[in-house]
């Protein structure tokens, strides 16, 4: 939220205390980064995301092991260019072939590295979208979480201004409603379970 945001936010609140509306109204703190992390479909997300970049890993294992595998061929070959018990014409026919060893390795480096950029783009537009997707469900839960507790405002603790400063710099312990949400929360996934 930007300055002017938290700005306004700031003024209503001012307006409504000053109106007299404040002993009325019904205010919570929540740290979101608490619960985003305490979400069970956060924790099966990680799993997810875990088993992909093994994946990958044992993918780019294998192309590298390709690689070193192409390296050494390049290596034997111009070494057999230089021996001298072979004739002039062997010798220039290993300096080709090293050469044209040398390109197939270049550009196998080349597919190798775009394979790589490619497998992580993917995996951190999947990440980007589950962690979207699950941002999305918890401001739902936490709109019917303070509609079921009959709350008026409910701010983020965790959350940050443009200028990196806490969106709320001081909240009475009591306002805290993290550990109930995160409760709720694992109350309704049961019952979707269910």
């Known amino acids: 939220m930007g300055m002017k945001k938290v700005g306004m936010v700031a003024a209503v609140l001012a307006l409504v205390a ?3 509306w404040a002993a009325e109204l019904k ?8 619960v985003f992390t305490a979400h069970p479909k956060t924790q099966a997300a990680e799993a997810e995301l875990k088993k992909a970049e093994t994946a990958i890993q044992d993918e780019m294992d ?3 092991a390709e690689g070193r595998a192409l390296q050494d061929e390049v290596a ?17 026919q290993k300096r080709d072939e090293a050469e044209d060893k040398l390109t197939e390795l270049q550009e196998f480096e080349l597919r190798a590295r775009r394979t790589q950029e490619t497998k992580l783009k993917q995996m951190r537009e ?8 699950i941002v999305d469900e918890l401001m739902a839960a936490v709109n019917h979480f303070a509609e079921a507790g009959g709350y008026d405002l409910v701010l983020d ?3 940050m201004t443009m200028n990196a400063v806490p969106l709320v710099a001081y909240s009475n312990p009591a ?14 996934a049961k019952v979707k379970a269910e």
């Open 62 to 64: 294998k192309i590298m």
């Open 76 to 92: 034997k070959l111009r070494e057999a260019a230089k021996n001298p018990l072979l004739t002039e014409d062997a010798r220039i």
């Open 27 to 34: 205010i919570a703190t929540v740290d979101l980064d608490k």
């Open 175 to 188: 306002l805290d409603v993290t550990d109930k949400l995160i409760e709720y929360l694992k109350a309704t």
């Open 126 to 133: 999947q990440v980007l979208k589950s962690r979207q997707t």
């Open 157 to 159: 603790r965790s959350g």
């Open 18 to 20: 000053s109106m007299g």
